[in-house]
């Protein structure tokens, strides 16, 4: 028999579909009184799709249950994340502005599923299929962060290990880095490469530095086990001045997408049986001067697993 989770997803839906029924209405009725069509609510109610922000906000609004349901589905989507990243999360779906670096996987909100599952699997090789695909659908629900009205802008600086690191082999890494270069056209999200040869970047793990509403920031480092959120100025400072280093030197957008598809070719390459050791250069036009790059061969890298983490 395969394996059940009875999950706050799974609750959530039955408790509409009491409600529902409380009041003697079929699914086509609760769709048109919530304005969402009525495949949308059969899935909701199922389980099988876990309700948008907003459907469970007109779901108050319809039910006369101010918050109830909002905060029963903000549950639900945090569902399956360690205790201690959660408060982050709560963080990230307020922020103003969110800037990331990072030094070998590529920023959660910029992951594809299958490059998301590569990394689960290579951190927690007990976990069963089921198991993993929990916390990919977690990841994934990350993203409707950019579906809201106003959503914050996100400015990711990668190094260049990042393209290079050979995670999930070399059909998952092309896919990947192809859902960069789209996600760079987005009029909400910067993207930069901090190129290998810049030198020693000032912070040599990664973190993320969030603005709030209100204009106050702060910050989230991830370590071997745990990830850590810190509100203190003094820190915050500090670390953000060392992100504006990092965006300085990094290279500028159209220069780290050239880059990016660089990267790409160099894995159609590898899926060759006798693929090419020298891959061609590129040359980079800086700010300030020119950067002549070669790129490594891709390799498989398989991250040591690290008990409860969750790299954002």
Known sequence: MGERYESPV??????????????????????????????????????????????????????????????????????????????????????????GYSTL???????????????????????????????????MRRKELFADSNPPSLWVILHEAVLWSGVGGPDVM??????????????????????????????????????????????????????????SAEVVTKWRAAYEHLRADALPRDDSVSLIRHAMEAYTHENQRHPQRDMGEVQLQRRRRGVRRMGPRPRLVRPRSRPGQQEP
């Open 10 to 99: 799974v609750t959530f839906g039955e408790e509409i579909k009491h409600a529902r029924e409380s009041r003697g209405w079929s699914q086509a009725k609760l769709a048109g009184e919530l304005h969402f069509q009525q495949p949308y609510v059969s899935k909701v109610e199922t389980g099988r799709q876990i309700a948008s922000a907003q459907f469970a906000e007109q779901c108050d609004v319809v039910f006369g249950t101010p918050g109830i349901y909002a905060r029963m589905r903000r549950r639900a989507a945090d569902w399956g994340n360690p205790v201690w990243f959660i408060p982050y999360l709560e963080l990230e779906r307020e922020a103003e502005a969110i800037c």
């Open 105 to 139: 996987f590529v920023m959660g909100l910029l992951q594809t599923p299958e490059y998301a599952e590569a990394v689960y699997r290579a951190a927690h090789p007990e976990e069963s299929a089921v198991q993993i695909a929990q916390r990919v659908e977690g990841r």
């Open 174 to 231: 092309r896919g990947q880095l192809a859902h960069l270069v789209v996600a760079a056209e987005s009029p909400h999200i910067d993207l930069q490469v901090f190129p290998a040869g810049a030198g020693t970047p000032p912070r040599g793990t990664p973190f993320i530095v969030l603005t709030r509403r209100d204009g106050s920031e702060v910050l989230y480092t991830d370590n071997y086990t745990w990830g850590q959120v810190e509100d």
